[in-house]
């Protein structure tokens, strides 16, 4: 499709997505990103702050440019979807990540917006293609462009007013939408624009994040808890409980942001919601837990990334 959209086709649009469940949508236009974003990345690379999640250096050409995504692409629209900004688990259990407490964000997402991207093409006569976290997309500058929050020195994206916990999704179409406007000049060329205070470079209980905001990745204990493979975690040192009683991701760094308000929360979608039993769960739960019950626990939920056998292997560094 060639013609240009109008305002309010942009509006028809953020209303499906606001149906699907989003609590936040916007559009940016498909184009290269920035040289300085992409150099930026690549440099982090270079430094081997990937660790072991080596798909991060794949398919550089497609991360830096999106329109490779889909034929004809002219526009991303970008959808946020709430997680629970804090989950109650039991006191002084290993610690979950709120993210992961729920369903699957991957297949939840993926089906709702496959709904969008279909409504779309129908209507337009154009193709769209949905990424949950599955494509090489720079899912937080192209929000950030998307005029739906800023780049923190936590390397998140922050809504002003809400915080980080969500999930970024996006629809790629060559429907050709008007685009948002960013929230500032910086957030428009993906640079750190929130309030550095530097919170939560003190809190993170790693030192994972440096005062520039580059993120030494290896040292991170989500990276640790879920990506790491178990010669890395060995290496750990057992005495000083390098973990902080962390075993699947880490919330600090977002919790610990100003910027981030517990009282001003949007609706969570129901499959996002903790699962009693993962809320439950105590250390004497973990260090008995057979496969059958790891499989009944996880079953569809973004915990399954991390086998039992490495969160067990975790225990030891708790
Ligand atoms: S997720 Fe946790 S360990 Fe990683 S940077 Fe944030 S506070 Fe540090
Ligand atoms: S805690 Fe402060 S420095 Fe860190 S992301 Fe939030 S506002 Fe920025």
Known sequence: MDTALTSSDAAYVKRLCHAAG?????????????SS??????????LKRHGTMFYAGH??????????????ARSIIVCLFAYP????????????AAYAAGRDYHKVLRKRLKHVAALIDDTYHVSSRVCVDTAPLR???????????????????????????FF??????????????????????????????????????????NPDGSCDTQKC???ITIEADDDIVNTLPRHQSPLKNHIYGCDVCRLACPMSHPEAQPAVLPDF???????????????????????????????????LLHLKALLHFL
Request: glycine share 8%; charged share 15%; hydrophobic share 45%.
């Open 168 to 209: 970024i999704a996006s629809v790629i179409t060559s429907a050709d939408f008007p685009a948002d406007t960013p929230l500032s000049p910086q957030a428009a060329q993906g640079m750190v624009s929130c309030l550095r205070c530097g919170r939560c470079v003190k809190a993170c209980p790693a030192g994972a994040i």
């Open 59 to 72: 398919h550089r050409q497609v991360r830096n440019d999106p329109r490779l995504l889909l034929d004809g």
């Open 139 to 165: 899912e937080r500058f192209w929000a950030a462009r998307a005029g739906l929050g800023v780049i923190g020195l936590n390397n998140q994206l922050i809504v002003p007013g809400i915080g980080s916990n």
């Open 85 to 96: 900004h804090s989950i109650a688990q039991t006191p002084g259990a290993p610690l979950i």
């Open 22 to 34: 989003a609590f936040a949508a916007g559009i940016a236009c498909a184009q290269p990103l920035p």
């Open 221 to 223: 204990l989500s990276y």
């Open 37 to 46: 974003v992409a150099d930026i990345y690549d440099s982090w690379l270079a």
């Open 273 to 307: 919601s903790p699962r009693p039993q993962i809320l439950s769960l105590t250390l004497k739960d973990w260090l008995g837990m057979t496969h059958a019950d790891y499989d009944s626990l996880t079953a569809g939920s973004a915990m399954r990334r991390a086998s």
